[in-house]
């Protein structure tokens, strides 16, 4: 009896989460939350932690000398691909549906290639490399727009279109996969741009957004039927997709080597509250649905 009303009030408490959310999108439009522009320090801490995040998740070996690297969807701002252009990269090129970047200020990159320099390993023997590389990511990045350093926006999110005729060998992203309705649209449009030997990492979050009940109730989004869930439907909503949808969908493309890596999951002391109560298909031990984050990588033949 406990845990039926305790998944009664999170479910009534999940839909008024995502009421709220969609009766803001409604009145002011896409706005996601972001650090504040004027919070420098924290934007750097957290660009910084992002790049660790996406070395760690490619796959040994994989080395960003010379690469032309695509973010897709990369938020309020490119400091990451200031930091492929200081690990060597010959270009990075971001992609959008909302110009979040546009206008960033230059200052930014700067003070983010500085403190990267400060905390970096140059690699063994590469020391008068790093340097370089730091030097011109700093001028790539001061500057206006270039081919080395480029930023596209369209609402279509033609991923090919906005990659302008251009193809690369390493393409990215951080928590935009899980908020594409067509996912598998979106595979397809990478996988047009991708060269051969492309390799691909993705961090993928999967839990609720919400802040207070993704602590309390990780997997609320899931308790919804389809329908249901669609009702408040707005740009930015998790697609409800799980590992194994990404992993297929991959797949289904071609790509060779596809894999998952959790990186979160729920505590045990959640655990069974949080898997029970499930929606179909979520209700299925295919759907790993102790899993909250992680990343997807593959490489392209």
């Not at 801490?45 to 040994?60: D, K, Q």
């Not at 930091?83 to 010959?90: E, N, V």
């Not at 997709?241 to 991959?250: A, I, S, T």
Request: net charge neutral; charged share 25%; aromatic share 10%.
């Amino acid at each position: 009896m406990r845990d039926e009303a305790r998944h009664l009030g999170m479910s009534v408490l999940g839909l008024a989460f995502l009421g709220v959310a969609w009766t803001k999108e409604q009145l002011r439009g896409y706005a996601p939350d972001r650090l504040p522009k004027t919070d420098a320090e924290g934007r750097i801490a957290y660009l910084l932690n992002v790049f660790a995040s996406l070395r760690r998740f490619l796959p040994e070996g994989t080395d960003l000398r010379g690469r032309d690297v695509l973010e897709v969807s990369p938020g309020a701002s490119r400091g990451n691909g200031a930091l492929f252009l200081a690990m060597g990269a010959r270009s990075y090129h971001a992609i959008d549906v909302f110009g979040l970047a546009a206008g960033e200020d230059p200052a930014l990159y700067g003070r983010l290639l500085d403190r990267f320099g400060e905390t970096a390993d140059a690699p063994a023997g590469c020391a008068a490399d790093f340097a370089a590389d730091l030097a011109r990511a700093r001028a790539l990045t001061a500057g206006g727009p270039s081919e080395a350093f480029s930023y596209a926006v369209g609402r279509s999110f033609d991923i090919p279109a906005l990659a302008d005729g251009r193809d690369f060998d390493l393409i990215v992203s951080c928590a935009a996969f899980e908020h594409y309705d067509d996912v598998p649209g979106a595979i397809a449009g990478l996988t047009r741009v991708a060269r051969p030997g492309c390799v691909t990492a993705h961090i993928i979050d999967m839990q609720t957004h919400s802040r207070w009940i993704r602590e309390h109730d990780p997997n609320n989004i899931y308790r919804y039927p389809e329908a249901l869930y669609r009702v408040f439907a707005c740009p930015g909503q998790p697609n409800r997709k799980r590992p194994v949808d990404y992993v297929r969908g991959f797949e289904a493309q071609g790509w060779r080597d596809v894999r998952f890596e959790p990186a979160r999951t729920i505590a045990p002391a959640l655990r069974k509250a949080s898997l029970t109560g499930l929606a179909a298909p979520f209700d299925d031990p295919a759907m790993a649905m102790t899993v909250l984050d992680g990343a997807l990588t593959a490489r392209r033949p």
